[in-house]
């Protein structure tokens, strides 16, 4: 009976192993890990419009040939996410029409726009140096099929990262007007880039739960202050200055002190009112409805074969 099942959920949870999809499991966890699993997807698959916005404008073949890999590593991660939320009984074409709608979210970070071919290098290094902070512990998510899809994103985004940090590097070696180039970048996307990680614990109504079902490993302010420890020496290395006044080393505490995001600023963004939510939605919106004759003309076909 359901209190036995209960207890099995408990226990797994309890000796952080796997809850696979046939598994009995509260109807708020599976809610609870549809919403963040889609969010996510929705995240690498709208990640790609700032990205792609410089594929045709790239300085070299080299260059061109990096960004459009990574783009579409974004495609399949997305792709790999919307399959592992498909376990729990949800579709792929609700779950767009959910972002579509409004009802869903996707990450903060690409409500921001990418002005120069720096933001290319920016991206890579701190946005998916933030991916690599909060995604790396959700390789341990207790939901198997979303800890097996991180396993092989890990690997893709650190590839993701390392294209971005050699990027600026190689233009922090370049004329000044790449440097001021690079250190504008940094400066409009560092507290965006803090915010990917979420509310302060303290305003975060679903770290809690999470925490205690394994669904999130590191609660939001953990990682954040993993991403500013990572990053520090990097900017040194780079030559770069990370624009936050009160970044400081703290031998105490053996890690940095820093100054805090505009959170006013970040429930604008995820309410619909940063500066390019309009622009992306509208843009996935159109190439959901674009795309609607090649899933009308795959179904018929795949109803023919069945005739047959
Ligand atoms: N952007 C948009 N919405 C955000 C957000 C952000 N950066 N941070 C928090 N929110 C939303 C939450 O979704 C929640 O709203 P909801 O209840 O409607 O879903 C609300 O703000 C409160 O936040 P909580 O901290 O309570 O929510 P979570 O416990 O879900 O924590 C999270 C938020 C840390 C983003 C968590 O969901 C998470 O770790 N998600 C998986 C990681 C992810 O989505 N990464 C996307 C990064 S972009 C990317 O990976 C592409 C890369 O390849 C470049």
Redesign the pocket.
């Known amino acids: 009976d359901e209190s036995e099942l209960r207890a099995v959920f408990e226990a797994t949870i309890e000796r952080h192993d796997r809850i696979e999809p046939r598994d009995w499991m509260p109807e708020a966890y599976r809610k609870?890990v549809i919403?963040?699993?889609a969010?996510?997807a929705h995240?690498?698959i709208i990640?790609m419009q700032p990205?792609g916005n410089w594929i045709t404008r790239a300085p070299s073949l080299r260059r061109k040939a990096i960004l459009l890999a990574k783009v579409q590593?974004?495609a399949g991660?997305g792709l790999y996410l919307y399959s592992a939320c498909e376990t729990l009984g949800v579709s792929r074409l609700e779950l767009t029409e959910m972002l579509i709608n409004g009802k869903?979210?996707?990450?903060?970070?690409?409500n921001y726009p990418t002005l120069s071919y720096a933001d290319v290098g920016t991206?890579g290094w701190l946005?998916?140096g933030?991916?690599i902070c909060?995604?790396v512990p959700?390789c341990r998510t207790s939901y198997g099929p979303y800890g097996r899809s991180m396993i092989r994103?890990c690997k893709e985004?650190s590839f993701?990262q390392r294209q971005g940090y050699e990027l600026l590097a190689t233009m922090m070696r370049g004329t000044d007007e790449q440097r001021e180039m690079v250190q504008e970048s940094v400066n409009r996307f560092w507290w965006p880039a803090l915010?990917?990680?979420?509310?302060p614990?303290d305003?975060?109504?679903?770290?809690a739960q999470?925490m205690a079902w394994g669904?999130?490993r590191n609660t939001?302010d953990d990682?954040r202050q993993r991403m500013v420890d990572m990053t520090v020496p990097q900017a040194k290395a780079l030559g770069v200055t990370l624009p936050d006044p009160e970044l400081r080393w703290n031998e105490e505490r053996q890690s940095h002190d820093f100054g805090s995001p505009d959170w006013d600023e970040?429930k604008d963004?995820?309410t619909g009112n940063g500066p390019c939510n309009t622009q992306r939605i509208a843009h996935r919106r159109r190439a959901h409805e674009d795309g609607a004759w090649v899933r009308e003309a795959a179904m018929a076909f795949a109803a023919r074969g069945a005739e047959a």
């Not at 869903?104 to 690409?110: E, H, M, P, T, V």
């Open positions: 609870t919403r963040q699993v969010q996510h995240s690498e990640g990205e590593d974004e991660h869903q979210k996707y990450s903060s970070i690409f991206i946005v998916d933030a991916a909060n995604q959700l994103i985004e993701h915010m990917m990680f979420g509310p614990d305003d975060s109504p679903n770290t999470s669904i999130k939001n990682l970040f963004v995820i």
